[in-house]
């Protein structure tokens, strides 16, 4: 049972325009989300949280939007760089149970020149 | 700063055998917690320690046990290697361990079973 789904296995994007990367899961408990950005031999690295009270957090060029009554997050990279070009992983937690997180399959982003 | 540190990297075992992998957790984080990534799949949860004591445990089998020490370094243990443990090994590290506190991960260590 996938909890957390991220059903654009690709993506590819314009340098210099906006990526959108989305994320949806069923899991009604979970209330605390990130987004990581995973190079080719290297560990995934935090990008951007957001709390389930809010429905917006931004970070420079990062933003995440979440839509709780849709079950939906999105993460928004404007303007997209080429050193974007990386997997981005969307993880759920629910903060009643510890810190496991439940992670996403994965979007694999291209910015092309 | 350092962060998570992981050892060995790379691992090659035979079915059977037992493996340890190393994690060295960022300074001042008291929080380790174990992932296991396989190829085209998100890391998925094994084990989570917070000050020497088990916090959460994923749905994996007893051949995985794991351990805190008191400098909060962790060890992954797994007996009886499956060729289904191929994977890429992951420690993450937090700083109380609670559910929202973001977590910073090492590069991992990609274990071959033969």
């Known amino acids: 049972d996938q909890q957390v789904k991220q059903n654009s296995p690709s993506l590819s994007v314009q340098e210099g325009r906006i990526s959108i990367l989305n994320c949806d899961y069923t899991?009604?408990?979970?209330?605390?989300f990130l987004w990581y950005k995973k190079y080719p031999a290297e560990g995934p690295t935090f990008l951007i949280s957001?709390?389930?009270?809010?429905d917006k957090n931004e970070d420079g060029r990062f933003t995440v939007f979440l839509n709780k009554s849709a079950k939906h997050l999105s993460l928004h990279i404007v303007p997209s760089q080429p050193g974007d070009s990386a997997v981005y992983f969307c993880?759920?937690?629910?903060?009643?149970?510890?810190?496991?997180?439940?992670f996403g399959t994965g979007t694999q982003l291209k910015v092309e020149l | 700063d350092a962060g998570v540190t992981q050892s060995p990297t790379h691992l090659i075992k035979t079915r059977g055998q037992h493996v340890t992998l190393r994690c060295s957790p960022i300074?001042?984080?008291?929080?380790v917690s174990w992932y296991q990534q396989v190829l085209g799949q998100g890391p998925q949860f094994i084990f989570q320690?917070?000050?020497?004591?088990?916090?959460g445990r994923g749905n994996f089998p007893d051949r995985f046990s794991a351990r805190q020490f008191p400098n909060y370094s962790s060890e992954l243990n797994v007996n009886a290697l499956l060729l289904g443990d191929s994977a890429l090994y992951l420690c993450?590290?937090?700083?109380?361990?609670?559910?929202?506190?973001?977590?910073?991960f090492g590069d991992g260590t990609r274990l071959s079973i033969l």
């Open positions: 300074s001042g984080h008291k929080s």
């Open positions: 993880a759920a937690s629910d903060t009643g149970g510890g810190n496991k997180l439940t």
């Open positions: 899991n009604s408990m979970f209330d605390y």
């Open positions: 320690y917070y000050e020497k004591e088990e916090r």
């Open positions: 957001i709390s389930s009270i809010k």
């Open positions: 993450a590290s937090s700083w109380q361990g609670l559910g929202n506190q973001p977590q910073h």
